[in-house]
């Protein structure tokens, strides 16, 4: 799917959600909001909800593109600093996230990546609190 997809129904979706709740939105008024047909929808997603998700997985998705990979660790500074610069470029969409009560999704698919990006840790091991501890700090400070 297309960022421009992904922007246009994200922009739509949030734009909607600031006048009412996201089960009172239908889908003709979100593709006439984002300008795009809903065949277009139907095709890229299973529900209003399945947006959210898109829009933080390709915010993910650059990250991942964009990420040192030759020091040896996730948590160098070059990452950490392009984490903070995403969360900033995308800052609207981040405070929508809270206000409309997606933070819980935006943690889930955040610890996903880390996970895959750190491999198997156990669930009894110092190394799992690292990344709990680095999406807490980073999620509460975009708040």
């Known amino acids: 799917?297309?960022?421009?997809?992904?922007?246009?129904?994200?922009?739509?979706l949030f734009r909607l959600m600031k006048k009412k709740n996201i089960e009172k939105i239908t889908v003709d008024e979100l593709c006439e909001t984002g300008g795009i047909g809903r065949a277009t929808y139907f095709r890229n997603f299973k529900s209003k909800e399945d947006i959210v998700a898109t829009l933080i997985d390709t915010v993910i998705e650059r990250f991942e593109s964009n990420m040192e990979k030759n020091d040896g660790t996730f948590y160098c500074y070059s990452n950490v600093l392009l984490s903070f610069?995403?969360?900033?470029?995308?800052?609207?969409?981040?405070?929508?996230?809270?206000?409309?009560?997606?933070?819980?999704?935006?943690?889930?698919?955040?610890?996903?990546?880390?996970?895959?990006?750190?491999?198997?840790?156990?669930?009894?091991?110092?190394?799992?609190?690292?990344?709990?501890?680095?999406?807490?700090?980073?999620?509460?400070?975009?708040?």
């Open 85 to 143: 610069e995403l969360f900033y470029e995308y800052r609207e969409y981040v405070i929508d996230i809270f206000r409309f009560g997606y933070v819980q999704l935006l943690v889930l698919r955040l610890t996903e990546f880390h996970e895959k990006v750190d491999g198997d840790i156990p669930a009894s091991s110092v190394d799992r609190y690292r990344i709990y501890a680095y999406i807490g700090a980073l999620t509460n400070t975009a708040t």
């Open 1 to 12: 799917m297309s960022e421009y997809v992904t922007s246009a129904y994200g922009e739509a």
